[in-house]
Every structure is written in C-alpha cells, then in structure tokens.
C-alpha cells in the first residue's frame, strides 16, 4: 500500500509532463524548408534591371516566399529605375535581404540600402553614390541634392533602436543617415571614416563596423545557412523571359528616343513620296514598339495612346483637305507631343501627384531628344534622297538629265493627264505620254483620276483635279 500511494502521485506528474511538453510534430515542422526566391541583378541599373526586380517581387508574393534575396553586383545605373527599384523593396510585403557579390555602387548602393539586411563578401564594396553624366562628370548640385535625401530617407526608413544605458535612454538609427549621405557628398564630414577629400566608399569589414553590413559570406549557400539562419530551405530563382528583355532594351531612354526619331521621321517621308510604302511602315512600327511596352508596364493609358492617334489625324487632316498649315496642324503636333510625353509618366487621369521630379526630367529630355534628332534626320536626308543610291527611290524631284527643260513644261499649261500615281500633295502624273512631278492644288487625288495642269513652278507642275460635269 505504502508503494502505491507514491506510484499514482508520480504517475499523474509524468502525464501532466507529457501534456505539456513539445508533442514530435513541433520539432519535425521546425526542420520544414523555408521558401527562398533569388533575384539576380548583376548588371547595370536599367529598365531591365527594372523589370525583373519588379517581377521578381511579384512571383515571390505568388508562391508564398518566406524571403528574398538579391544577388547583387553592380557598378550603377539610371536614378529613376534605381529610385523605382528603392520604391519597390521598402514596400514589399515578402522581407527582402541583398548579398552584395562584389560591387554595389551608386544605384547599386540605394537599392541596397533599401533591403531589411545587407550581405556581402569580403572584398566588396558599397558606396560612391554620386550622380554623373553620360560623360562621367558630376551632375548639377540640384541632382545631388536629390540623391542625398533619397539616400538618406532610404537609411532612416529601417528606423533607430532603443539603448537603455542604466538611467539614459538613446535611439541608435540602425543606419546612420549620416554614412548614406556621406556616400552621395564629399562635402559630408564623419570622424574616424571619411574626410571632405572624398565621397564615401566601405569594404565589407568597414561596412560591419559602421552598421551597413550585417555579416560577411562568400556564397548565397552561406548567407542563407548561416547568416540568416535557415538550415532547411527551398531555392527558387527569377528566370527572366525574352519579352522582358524585350520590354527593358525597348524602355531603354536611348531607344525610346530614336524610335520618336523613326516615328517623326517615317511620317514625314511617307507624305513626300507616292504611295504608300516602307516610311508608313517605319513610323507604324516603331509608334507600337514605343507604346506596346509603356502600356504593359501600366504607364500608358488608352488616353494617352489616343491623344497620339488624334495627333496624327488632324496632321493628315491639315496636310490632305485644309490648304496651308495652321490650327488643325498646330493642335495636332501638340497632341502628339503630348502622347509621346505623358505616356511616360506615371499619371493617373491626369493626377501627377505621385510622378517625381526626376520622372518628368528624364520624360522630358526623351522626347526633345527625338524630336531634335527627327528633325535634324529630315533636313540631312532631305539634300540626299533622290541622288545616286539606296535613297534614289524615295525621290519625288524629277531626274532633269532625262525629263524635259523648263522651257517645255511651261507648254503644259491647260494640258490634261492622269494621276499616275497617288497625289497626296505630290506625286507622279502622265501628260502626253510622258512622267512628270507633280504637286496637288486640289486635295487628295487618287491613282488613275484625270488631271489639268494649272501652272509651273520650281520645276514642278501643279495639277487639278478635272471634275466631269
């Protein structure tokens, strides 16, 4: 008896320990691999670049991803596609950490601060975030000014901590705005790290000791193992497509301006040469390779793309029914501006209230740019087509080593042809069997419609329509 009534006591305490305890299942699921997606960005900071951060972001919130992290190695790139990026990670709802694998300078450098954690291998380097021009010299103090409160809004936004120092309480910034504008402005002084004979650039063990670092690895293996501390993880890695290569190169300032240059250009020629042919065909495709991939990306409304297409109808409308040039033409090449510009900005119905300083700057420098290098595309080809090569075709002058003097065009006076081809101002007309230049004082003349000359002038003849009674 006396056996027993110790053995029930410790009975009842042995179950109640088991009830309390960790059942197996717990510590099997804390061996569950976490979902890691990998976003490579080894490369200059682009629209590109863009993208696949941007898809990337989207994927890993699709697949239920614990983390991100970005493989980054960059010497910079665009402000405005780095900003965009910057936007992107603070506002992610999946964590995202960046393994610096070398260099992360200038844009580099924001979008790296930009991330919950910093990783970097030894030997890397983070900094050097001023901004220059397409010839590598500082741009105006306006531009720094802004990469220096971006740089550091992006440092405070990861907040401060709380050290309780026996009675005295302070708040550290986790990293300090200070170091990020130091990377932007040489004029930036920090004792015991940078004087003012230079901007701000940290190797991995000095990004550690000043806060910008949160470890050092050699291998995305290592940083997600060990320094993030995931024993058990699932990899999976951003693999972009060849349309978003497409979307990133067509993105590309450069290319947005010369395909305004081919838009500009193609409709130009197309009124200057008979028929309808390679110029139209030109300008058509380059207005969708511009449009196309600013509608896909959410920057180009139907609007926008309307206000382009009602542009080039009042053009035509001017140049094929109005006689002259006044505001039925004027209103349309506003209206084509307008769509060309607008449609890079991130405005919705017409509310700029998010579009930044920046966006509306590098909008604006796309769209002079190609109507600057248009025009001065039309004056140039302008003296050459028509003489000896492969731009003899698009002439609309006639050859006068073949075609009659002057003398005898003005005999022509009063004489009917046909339009031998298609006169939308000029074109090609028939009169007594031979071919003549000729410009339109009528409109729009078809293809076989008679035709009376009315008069000559600078070598051309000018026709009207006969209207049969």
């Given at each position: 008896m006396k056996n027993k009534a110790y053995t029930i006591p410790l009975v009842v305490t042995l179950m109640a320990v088991a009830v309390w305890l960790p059942p197996k299942a717990t510590a099997e699921q804390s061996a569950t691999p976490v979902s890691i997606y990998r976003i490579d960005i080894r490369q200059d900071i682009d629209r590109t670049a863009q993208i696949y951060l941007g898809k990337g972001l989207h994927e890993a919130q699709d697949i239920g991803a614990d983390a991100v992290l970005i493989h980054l190695n960059t010497y910079g790139g665009l402000l405005d596609a780095a900003d965009s990026m910057r936007t992107a990670i603070l506002y992610s709802p999946v964590p995202v950490y960046v393994f610096i694998?070398?260099?992360?300078a200038s844009a580099g450098a924001l979008i790296s601060l930009a991330c919950r954690k910093i990783y970097m291998r030894r030997g890397a380097s983070i900094g050097a975030a001023t901004v220059v021009g397409q010839t590598g010299e500082?741009?105006?103090?306006?531009?720094?000014?802004?990469?220096?409160?971006?740089?550091?809004?992006?440092?405070?936004?990861?907040g401060r901590d709380t050290v309780v120092d026996g009675r005295d309480t302070t708040y550290r910034w986790r990293r300090d705005p200070q170091i990020a504008e130091a990377m932007v402005d040489r004029g930036t002084v920090i004792p015991h790290l940078v004087d003012s004979s230079r901007t701000l650039t940290l190797t991995a063990d000095e990004a550690v000791r000043w806060g910008y670092c949160d470890g050092i690895a050699n291998s995305v293996d290592e940083v997600i193992t060990r320094l993030m501390g995931y024993d058990a993880y699932r990899l999976t890695s951003f693999s972009?497509?060849?349309?978003?290569?497409?979307?990133?190169?067509?993105m590309n300032p450069v290319m947005q301006s010369i395909l305004i240059l081919l838009i500009i250009g193609g409709i130009y020629f197309e009124l200057q040469t008979p028929g309808i042919g390679f110029p139209l065909a030109v300008a058509v495709i380059a207005a969708v390779l511009y449009f196309m991939p600013?509608?896909?990306?959410?920057?180009?409304?139907?609007?926008?793309?309307?206000?382009?297409?009602?542009?080039?109808?009042?053009?035509?409308?001017?140049?094929?029914?109005?006689?002259?040039?006044?505001?039925?033409?004027?209103?349309?090449?506003?209206?084509?501006?307008?769509?060309?510009?607008?449609?890079?900005?991130?405005?919705?119905?017409?509310?700029?209230?998010g579009v930044r300083l920046t966006d509306t700057g590098r909008a604006m420098m796309i769209v002079l740019s190609g109507i600057t290098l248009g025009s001065l595309a039309m004056l140039w080809l302008s003296d050459r087509i028509g003489k000896k090569g492969v731009l003899r075709r698009m002439a609309l002058t006639a050859d006068l080593e073949t075609a009659v003097s002057s003398p005898v065009l003005t005999n022509l006076i009063g004489k009917e042809g046909v339009a031998e081809t298609v006169l939308r101002l000029s074109g090609k007309v028939i009169i007594d069997g031979r071919l003549y230049d000729g410009v339109s004082e009528s409109g729009f003349i078809e293809k076989g419609t008679p035709v009376r000359v009315t008069r000559f002038e600078n070598a051309q003849i000018y026709v009207e329509k006969i209207i049969e009674s």
């Open positions: 694998d070398n260099n992360a500082a741009a105006p103090d306006k531009y720094q000014s802004y990469m220096r409160s971006l740089m550091r809004s992006t440092a405070e936004a990861h972009p497509s060849w349309l978003d290569n497409l979307r990133g190169f067509l600013l509608y896909i990306e959410g920057l180009a409304e139907n609007w926008e793309i309307l206000l382009f297409v009602l542009g080039l109808i009042l053009v035509a409308f001017e140049i094929f029914v109005i006689p002259g040039f006044g505001v039925t033409g004027i209103c349309g090449i506003i209206l084509l501006i307008a769509g060309f510009f607008l449609s890079l900005l991130g405005n919705i119905r017409f509310d700029f209230s």
